[in-house]
């Protein structure tokens, strides 16, 4: 089964700062690596799809990269309302995979 | 465009319950729909998926086969079927369309509490 692995798992940041989230996955997966967000008690939102394709409606200063095995998502310019969790997935094979996810704080 | 999740419960180790998921300004029966659950505390699990003609269903192997997924044109709705619930099936059950255009989820509804205990 394919495992995916984020990281880190928390991280703390300031207003303005610019962090980088990993997540890697034990096969390759092409481009089939997509983004979200979650606030605490919220369903999750939709960020990045297609390892690097910006979601209508997503701010700009969220951007994903990478191909294979290896992505990031980069945030850049830190807002308050960014703090929340993040999590990839793949969509590669038809049983949905997440990764444990990375709590980002202030 | 929206999901409403309604029927969470609590329900006893052992039982059965049914979750729906209701759509208003989509019709469901154009896309692939998808169960997802999370746990108090823990992150997101992938429950289910149901295509969009209902010809496909696929479940996480870990659920060892206590779950269904059916679709109900009718209410453009879809509902997920859970039989000899555990303690660990306790969550927020959450019903997600999937994009058209590429498989990510792009809609989520607001999710549905199951708490299973005696």
């Known amino acids: 089964d394919i495992q995916l692995t984020q990281s880190p798992s928390s991280l703390a940041a300031s207003v303005g700062d610019r962090v980088t989230i990993t997540c890697r996955t034990s096969?390759?997966?092409?481009?089939?690596l997509n983004w979200f967000q979650q606030k605490p008690g919220e369903a999750p939102k939709l960020l990045i799809y297609?390892?690097?394709s910006l979601q209508m409606g997503v701010p700009s200063r969220f951007s994903g990269s990478g191909s294979g095995t290896d992505f990031t998502l980069t945030i850049s310019n830190l807002q308050p309302e960014d703090f929340a969790t993040y999590y990839c997935?793949?969509?590669?094979?038809?049983?949905?995979?997440f990764g444990q996810g990375t709590r980002l704080e202030i | 465009e929206q999901l409403v999740e309604s029927g969470g419960s609590l329900v006893r180790p052992g039982g059965s319950l049914r979750v729906s998921c209701a759509a208003s300004?989509?019709?469901?029966?154009?896309?692939?729909i998808h169960w997802v659950r999370q746990s108090p505390g823990k992150g997101l699990e992938w429950v289910s998926l149901?295509?969009?003609?209902?010809?496909?269903?696929v479940f996480a192997e870990s659920l060892q086969g206590r779950f269904t997924i059916s679709r109900d044109p009718s209410r453009n709705g879809v509902s997920l079927h859970m039989n000899s619930l555990r303690i660990e099936d306790t969550a927020v059950y959450y019903c997600?369309?999937?994009?058209?255009?590429?498989?990510?989820?792009?809609?989520w509804g607001q999710g549905t509490l199951v708490i299973v205990s005696s």
């Open positions: 997600a369309r999937e994009a058209s255009a590429w498989p990510a989820i792009d809609l």
């Open positions: 300004g989509l019709r469901l029966q154009d896309y692939n």
């Open positions: 149901i295509s969009w003609n209902g010809d496909s269903t």
């Open positions: 096969q390759s997966i092409s481009n089939y």
């Open positions: 297609a390892a690097s």
């Open positions: 997935q793949q969509s590669y094979y038809t049983a949905i995979i």
